[in-house]
């Protein structure tokens, strides 16, 4: 980092005290410093893949690491290790496999600060911002190393004939996962979802994207050194168009968050193989702010939710419907905190936004806002790049008079873009938030508790969080995540997180008797003492 970019000033063309710069403390580490050739060979010792590519840093462009490259006959050797140790790891007790996630959810603690470096790196991220994937990761290895077993036990069930049909039910894995990681959490998205495939007993062959695979990396190499078989999770990387469909060809069962076009390929390749898939697609996820909302409290939860990450977040918010009656003042308040917010480039806390990941995101973004713009929508704060701290830096933006048919209206832009609309009634809001493909997150700010549920019921998102923007939801691990309509099929997290990884089998024991005719019963008798014992049985309330 240059002194320019340490101090304060902004760039030209902003006004003045526009998202200063954070500076850097004083010895802060840097890409060689964290990813010697010693880490490199460390971490890509898990990657099946005989040649080369590299990923860079979006905070300077560079490159960053050079990386094995799988081939498709690579991914077939990932599955083939996968599938030969994968019974092994399933006759393990299920308290051995949950054992791992728990010595991992210590090590992750321990070792935090490795990662973060990684994440930043790879990613562009604010340190804090890096930190939410660290807590995610723990949070879920803790919940499944506690509660893998209840989810997983052999459950028993009423027989046809009850006292003399013993049913169990039992959960089997489906075996090898494909799973297809983005580059936008490459912790929490990659690790984080392969945690409860591998307690509950299957093998997997995980897919990062090539520009953050040293983060996947380097969880698989502490899953290792938490008693993972090393043999039960095969890293390959490479392209999306070239390895993807290798991966998805082979699976027993596909994990994929991404695009919702993306999405859709991999639905259609896995269901000509009768393969299940649980999918986290896009999303245009809309915020709510009601006229009796404490204004202060909705404007510091708006930054942090439209502008985490740089709001490369499938759940962060990028419409918000503010109730005509406060709208100004709501604006006000958030467009200053906006405006604020510190950018930075360091691997250190302090700053409060980091880089988009690459040239493409850039691109959205500056498209989305400069249509939105010549269209008559009013910029209220950010709308430039800012090439003086890095290359894919970009001001958080807020856009008001936003309407169809700009880009940024109803397309996901996937950067630190949000647009303001004005409503005057809680049907008018919750129709204006339902309409959209997308059914992801949504996010409610009211004093009145009760009100907030009642428009949560109504709103088509597979999450909704009451006065704060995503964390809350997403970060109770004991209850499903995932979108409705266009923003996903299956869930992450509690029950349906783990048990999607399995398959349920119903073993079921005749004792006593047949379920056929005995004792010298005719068919017309047996047929006459089976529905008499059917009506008693509803007679006695039995289910």
Not at 66 to 75: F, Y
Not at 451 to 456: C, F, L, P, S
């Amino acid at each position: 980092m240059t002194d320019s970019q340490a101090s304060t000033t902004t760039a030209p063309g902003t006004s003045a005290g526009t998202n200063p710069v954070a500076a850097a403390p004083m010895g802060v580490r840097t890409a060689a410093d964290v990813v010697t050739p010693e880490v490199i060979a460390q971490l890509t010792r898990g990657v099946v893949g005989s040649g080369r590519t590299a990923n860079h840093m979006p905070f300077t462009g560079d490159k960053l690491a050079d990386l094995p490259e799988s081939t498709p006959e690579d991914v077939a050797t990932a599955f083939e290790r996968a599938r030969a140790a994968q019974p092994a790891w399933a006759a393990t007790s299920i308290r051995a496999r949950a054992a791992v996630l728990l010595r991992f959810h210590d090590l992750v603690l321990q070792r935090q600060s490795e990662v973060l470096d990684l994440i930043q790196l790879e990613t562009g991220k604010a340190r804090l911002h890096a930190h939410e994937e660290v807590l995610a990761v723990a949070v879920s290895a803790r919940h499944y190393g506690r509660r893998a077993a209840a989810y997983l036990k052999p459950k028993r069930h009423t027989g046809v004939v009850p006292a003399l049909t013993k049913v169990t039910e039992l959960r089997q894995p489906r075996g090898v996962i494909g799973q297809i990681a983005p580059w936008n959490y490459p912790l929490e998205l990659s690790v984080g979802d392969a945690l409860p495939a591998f307690v509950a007993g299957n093998a997997v062959v995980m897919k990062p994207d090539t520009e953050t695979a040293l983060t996947a990396l380097w969880a698989r190499d502490l899953l290792v050194e938490a008693g993972l078989p090393a043999e039960v999770f095969q890293v390959v990387i490479g392209e999306g168009p070239v390895v993807g469909p290798e991966v998805v060809e082979r699976a027993d069962y596909v994990s994929f968050t991404g695009s919702t076009a993306t999405g859709r390929d991999v639905a259609r390749r896995a269901a000509a193989r009768l393969v299940g898939v649980s999918l986290e697609l896009g999303g245009k996820n809309p915020m709510i702010v009601l006229a009796d909302a404490d204004l202060e409290k909705a404007a510091a939860g708006a930054v942090r939710a439209c502008f985490s990450s740089a709001g490369q977040l499938c759940i962060s918010i990028e419409r918000l419907y503010v109730h005509a009656s406060v709208a100004d003042a709501f604006v006000e308040l958030f467009a200053a905190r906006t405006k604020a917010m510190r950018l930075g480039n360091s691997l250190a806390y302090g700053a409060d936004m980091g880089s988009l990941v690459g040239e493409r995101q850039l691109e959205t973004v500056t498209r989305h806002v400069a249509e939105a713009v010549e269209k008559g929508a009013t910029l209220v704060a950010g709308g430039v790049a800012r090439p003086d701290v890095g290359p894919l830096f970009y001001e958080p933006t807020i856009l008001d008079n936003v309407q169809e048919p700009m880009a940024v209206c109803t397309q996901e832009t996937f950067g630190p873009v949000v647009s303001v609309y004005r409503f005057t009634d809680e049907d008018q809001a919750v129709s204006l938030a339902n309409a959209t493909p997308y059914g992801l997150n949504a996010s409610v700010w009211t004093k009145d508790g009760r009100r907030g549920h009642r428009i949560a019921a109504r709103l088509r998102a597979g999450t909704v969080n009451i006065n704060e923007g995503y964390a809350p939801a997403y970060g109770s691990v004991q209850s499903p995540m995932g979108g409705m309509k266009d923003s996903g099929l299956g869930r992450r997290h509690g029950s349906e997180g783990i048990l999607k990884y399995t398959e349920a089998q119903t073993v079921a024991q005749q004792r006593l008797i047949p379920l056929g005719p005995a004792f010298g019963m005719d068919d017309e008798k047996y047929a006459a003492v089976m529905s008499l014992g059917l009506k008693a049985m509803k007679a006695v309330g039995l289910r």
